[in-house]
């Protein structure tokens, strides 16, 4: 499932600072109240540094475009997935702790 916001702060969010930990902290904010529905308000969900969690496994990524008061904000949240065809992945050697 890939989402994307595209904003003109000053216009649509002018609370939000344009930079990426703001952002980060604004679509947090966003989402945990549509989790809090769809999975109950003790679901584990919040951000870890860039990623999506529930508790401590990653279920969404994100990358951002900032162009003086406009920003994009794109997000891939894994919806589902097959066990076996994951473990054909391989972990990249630099990788956050928590993942």
Known sequence: ???SFIVDSK???PGVKVFPREIM???????TPIFAG???PDNGFHLED???VFDEVKFGGNAQGISGKRWVHHTSFLWDYDTTQMG???NPE???EYR
Do not use: H, I, M, N
């Not at 902290?25 to 989402?31: H, K, L, V």
């Open 94 to 96: 630099k990788q956050p």
């Open 1 to 3: 499932l890939f989402v």
């Open 38 to 40: 769809l999975c109950g």
């Open 11 to 13: 216009a649509l969010l």
């Open 50 to 52: 860039t990623d999506y």
């Open 88 to 90: 054909y992945l391989s």
């Open 25 to 31: 902290r604004w679509s947090e904010g966003f989402y």
